[in-house]
C-alpha cells in the first residue's frame, strides 16, 4: 500500500505520517518514509537529529543532471536503485518491521536548477516504489494542494486528508480530495485532528469520510517545544487506534 498524506498547513499530516510508519511497522511490516515537503520535517517527528537528516534529492543537482537531463528532459529516468541509495534506516526494535526515511524535499526545492526537473525526478521516484508484499510507502505531502495540482501523487493507492474541525481546513481538505480525485484516486480517508469527537461537518462536495479523530495530545504539547519527535507519546493508544481506523477505511 501507497499512502499521501494532504491537508493544509500545520494541521498534522507530519505528525499522522510519522504515527502511521511507527504504527505499521511496530505490526510488523516494512515502511518507506518519504518526506516530500520543502520543509523536511518527518525525519524529525520520527525522532532523527538533524545531522541524521539527508540532503532532499530535489536539491541534488547532480543526480537531478544525471537522471533527467539537461536540455530534453527524461521522461523515463533510471530510478530504481535511489530509494535504497539515498534513504537512511530509523533504529527498530526487536521483531518490528524496518523503517527507512527517504528525503524528497518539495516541488520548488530544485536548488539552483530546473523545478520541472527535480519535479519529473520525484514523481518517478514514487512512480517506482511499487509497495510490495508486507511493504507500506507513505508520503507526506506539502501543505495545500501544489502536489496534488502537479500530479506527483499520481501513483498512490490512497490519500489521508488531514484537517482541523474548522471551515478553512476542512475547504482545503475538500479541494485536495476534489483534485485527487480527478487523478483517479478515489480511495480516501478524513482524519480530524486536535478533534475530540466526531462532529457534524459542513456540506462540503468532495470531502471524504471521516475514518478518525484525534483529540489534542497534552503528552505530545507538553515536550514539542523540546522534542521534534512525535512518538512514544503517553497517548500512544489513541494514536494507534486512529490508525487502525484508518487503515480499515481505506483497505476493507
Ligand atoms: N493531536 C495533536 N495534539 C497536539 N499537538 C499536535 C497534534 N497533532 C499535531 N500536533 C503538533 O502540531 C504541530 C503541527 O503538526 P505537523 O507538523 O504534523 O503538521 P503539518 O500538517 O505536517 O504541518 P506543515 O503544513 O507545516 O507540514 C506540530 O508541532 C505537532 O507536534
Ligand atoms: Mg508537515
Redesign the pocket.
Known amino acids: 500500500m501507497k499512502l499521501a498524506?494532504a491537508?493544509?498547513?500545520?494541521?498534522?499530516?507530519?505528525?499522522?505520517?510519522?504515527w502511521m510508519g511507527d504504527h505499521l511497522s511496530r505490526r510488523g511490516l516494512d515502511v518507506w518514509l518519504v518526506d516530500a515537503?520543502t520543509?523536511l520535517?518527518l525525519g524529525a517527528?520520527c525522532g532523527l537529529p538533524p545531522e541524521a537528516v539527508p540532503a532532499p534529492l530535489a536539491a541534488r543537482e547532480d543526480i537531478v543532471r544525471e537522471r533527467i537531463g539537461s536540455g530534453i528532459m527524461s521522461l523515463t529516468p533510471f530510478v530504481d536503485d535511489l530509494p535504497e541509495g539515498l534513504s537512511v534506516e530509523l533504529p527498530r526494535a526487536p521483531g518490528q518491521g524496518r523503517r527507512r526515511l527517504l528525503v524528497m524535499g518539495g516541488v520548488d526545492a530544485g536548488g539552483g536548477g530546473c523545478a520541472c526537473a527535480a519535479n519529473a525526478l520525484l514523481k518517478a521516484v514514487l512512480a517506482s516504489m511499487i509497495s510490495g508484499r508486507g511493504e507500506v510507502v507513505l508520503v507526506?505531502l506539502?501543505?495545500g494542494v501544489e502536489h496534488l495540482g502537479r500530479g506527483t501523487v499520481a501513483d498512490v493507492d490512497g490519500l489521508v486528508v488531514?484537517s482541523e474541525p474548522s471551515l478553512r481546513s476542512l475547504r482545503t481538505a475538500a479541494e485536495a480530495a476534489r483534485m485527487a480525485r480527478e487523478l483517479g484516486l478515489a480511495r480516501q480517508a478524513l482524519v480530524l485532528?486536535?478533534c475530540s469527537a466526531a462532529p457534524q461537518l459542513p456540506p462540503l462536495e468532495c470531502l471524504p469520510p471521516l475514518a478518525a479523530c484525534?483529540?489534542?495530545?497534552?503528552g505530545?504539547?507538553a515536550r514539542?517545544l523540546w522534542d521534534g519527535s512525535?512518538l512514544g507519546l503517553p497517548e500512544r493508544a489513541a494514536v494507534d487506534a486512529a490508525c487502525l481506523a484508518v487503515e480499515a477505511a481505506l483497505f476493507t
Not at 491537508?7 to 510519522?18: D, N
Open positions: 498524506f491537508g493544509k498547513g500545520g494541521v498534522g499530516k507530519t505528525s499522522l505520517c510519522a515537503d520543509s520535517s517527528a507526506d506539502e501543505a488531514v485532528n486536535r484525534l483529540p489534542p495530545l497534552e505530545l504539547a514539542q512525535v
